[in-house]
């Protein structure tokens, strides 16, 4: 996982937060039930990871794959029958990677309020070519405010995911170095 700065030959055109902006639908069933009776945690990552899939492949031009998936949040449970839109956007891209910000929300099917939103996460894709190594991706053009700020707070969740990482692969080189095996 680098961050090196964008490198001149990938100076390709950008492309606004909107041209990639993707809603999935889909109305649960019996089939995506936990054992309490409420739609499994699993189902509707599914539906994340294919939303944010879609938005990435839209955005990229081009075959992209799930690099990580975090801060998936479920804030109220889903019921058989709701009607749950995945509304998913590039919120910030590096050289070859995105990070797609997915947003649920449910239409109770025996309610008439407005769709309330019960989850959100956060996911990086990588562009990838037929050996599926990384690509190159066009720079997304945040272009509301919301749209910038969004950009901004990726920005700062991109600087603690490297961060993280190089702590923890320093603490296993230490251990390693000191020859404790776990
Ligand atoms: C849609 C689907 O269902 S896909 C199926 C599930 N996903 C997969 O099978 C993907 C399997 N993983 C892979 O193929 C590889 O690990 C890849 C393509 C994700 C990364 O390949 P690497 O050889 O590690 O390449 P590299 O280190 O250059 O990373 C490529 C980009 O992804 C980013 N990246 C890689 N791993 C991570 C990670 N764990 N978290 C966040 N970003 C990551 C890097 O920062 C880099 O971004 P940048 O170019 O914008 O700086």
Not at 14 to 38: E, F, V
Not at 133 to 162: G, S
């Amino acid at each position: 996982m680098t961050d090196q700065a964008r490198p001149p030959e990938a100076d390709i055109p950008g492309k606004p937060t909107a041209a990639s902006r993707t809603t999935l639908s889909h109305i649960m069933t019996h089939n995506d039930t936990n054992l309490l009776g409420t739609v499994h945690g699993g189902v509707i990552m599914k539906l994340v990871d294919d939303a944010a899939g879609a938005v990435a492949g839209r955005h990229s031009g081009g075959p992209a794959v799930t690099a990580s998936m975090d801060e998936m949040v479920f804030l109220e449970p889903v019921r058989v029958g709701d009607l749950v839109h995945v509304k998913a956007q590039v919120n910030w891209t590096g050289r070859t990677s995105m990070e797609v910000g997915v947003r649920v929300l449910a239409e109770r099917w025996n309610e008439s309020t407005p769709a309330q939103q019960v989850g959100s996460a956060y996911l990086v894709f990588a562009a990838v070519d037929a050996d599926g190594k990384p690509r190159t991706v066009p720079p997304v053009v945040p272009e509301t405010e919301r749209d910038k700020r969004r950009y901004q707070e990726a920005q700062i969740r991109r600087t603690h995911r490297l961060a993280r990482r190089r702590a923890i692969k320093e603490l296993r080189d230490r251990r390693a170095a000191d020859g404790i095996e776990d």
